[in-house]
């Protein structure tokens, strides 16, 4: 049992130690020229504290009683790496399958930062007290808050570009090939954080389907309904035999479509675009903020499609003929950048750069322009 007593006093040297015993070993030694200025620390620590609870009708003496018996936070406790541990549960015997459900889920929980920075942006930013009181929402959106949120969510998806070597060459393809089939029909394609960000990110009809949009172009406002209809990702989710929607589009629409068109209609007005344009006109023409959003533009629809693009050659692309997907995704047309010409942000491009949307070039051009 831990004791306190007192070893030493001496009013000549001002020194009034004090020490943790275990086992008479001597813990450590507190000195009285810092215990007054602690116990001032204390009872001022205490009195914001009693502010705190009195401002939301609560009783400081019941929380500190709580907290006496309280453990201490671990760091196992505090990421629940136990229960984290627990959540791959692999279809089959194959070794490399484990790599194949990690890597996955490490993807969608990037995808929730993101999505946590995203919606940030499109409020404008948390008010946060100095005590950790949650005030809300500003009411315009900051400059720099808008460059530092989305580089950010850019340093997300370049740490996924960058690590997807692990997808496509850790792990043995004659095993992927095998136990790939113990996974249908699920598919990453069904992913709903990724639409979820393609939503944040732009105005809704820059995601309809390339052969679509001249449905939309008029000056009439479309409903969300309809150019969801139409959106690009159900292209990539029809069977290569006969065109009709897989079984994986179809589950995906049943679970997901309502929540994405809800999001949709929330982020209409607050969407990154949107966002952009709600900064003052310097802003808008400032070179970090543009940098920012060209390199989210490349960084969504061309680097990671093409990671992805990548991998599917070398598991997928057979010396006579092409193998589906899981779920049967047309992964053919659904992934390359330049077929698809899905682009966030057409206004911050060149003509030029519009029409080599997908190839290497636009990449250099990115990295040389704007410095």
């Known amino acids: 049992m831990l004791k306190w007593i007192k070893i030493e006093f001496s009013r000549t040297k001002a020194v009034n130690k004090l020490t943790k015993v275990k086992n008479s070993q001597p813990f450590f030694y507190l ?55 627990t ?20 993807t969608e929980l990037y995808f929730k930062l993101v999505l946590h920075e995203l919606e940030q942006v499109g409020n ?14 500003k009411k315009s959106l900051d400059k720099d808050f808008f460059i530092a949120r989305l580089k ?42 990724y639409r979820s960000i393609e939503i944040c990110c732009t105005d ?19 409903s969300l309904a ?19 929607k897989t079984l994986t589009l179809k589950q995906f629409e049943v679970k997901y479509t309502e929540e994405l068109l809800d999001l949709a209609d929330d982020f209409k007005d607050k969407n990154m675009w949107a966002k952009f344009k709600s900064l003052s006109t310097s802003d808008q023409k400032d070179p970090a903020v543009i940098k920012e959003l060209r390199q989210l533009d490349i960084n969504v629809n061309v680097n990671w499609p093409l990671v992805h693009y990548k991998s599917a050659v070398r598991y997928l692309q057979a010396d006579v003929k092409e193998i589906a997907a899981t779920g049967g995704t047309n992964w053919q047309k659904y992934l390359p950048p330049r077929f698809q010409k899905r682009i966030f942000y057409p206004e911050l491009w060149s003509e030029t750069e519009l029409e080599e949307w997908g190839k290497k070039w636009v990449e250099e051009v990115l990295a040389d322009s704007l410095k």
């Open 31 to 85: 000195s009285c020229d810092n215990t007054s200025q602690m116990q001032e620390e204390i009872k001022n620590r205490i009195q914001e504290l009693e502010e705190k609870y009195e401002a939301i009708g609560q009783d400081l003496k019941s929380y500190l009683d709580g907290l006496l018996i309280s453990n201490v936070t671990t760091y196992w406790d505090y990421i629940a790496l136990d229960t984290l541990k």
């Open 226 to 244: 309809d150019m969801f209809e139409h959106i690009y990702w159900k292209q990539g989710a029809t069977e290569l035999a006969s065109g009709k």
């Open 204 to 222: 809704f009809k820059n995601l309809v389907a390339r052969d679509s949009r001249h449905l939309f172009n008029s000056d009439k406002e479309s």
């Open 124 to 137: 404008n930013g948390k008010i946060i007290k100095a005590n950790g009181e949650d005030h809300g929402w």
């Open 152 to 193: 950010r969510v850019n340093q997300y998806f370049e740490a996924l570009t960058k690590s997807f070597d692990i997808m496509v060459h850790g792990m043995e393809k004659e095993q992927f090939l095998r136990y790939r089939m113990a996974l249908l029909p699920a598919s990453g394609f069904q992913s709903a954080q």
């Open 87 to 106: 959540l791959q549960r692999p279809k089959t015997d194959f070794p490399d399958e484990l790599i194949f459900i990690v890597y996955h889920q490490i």
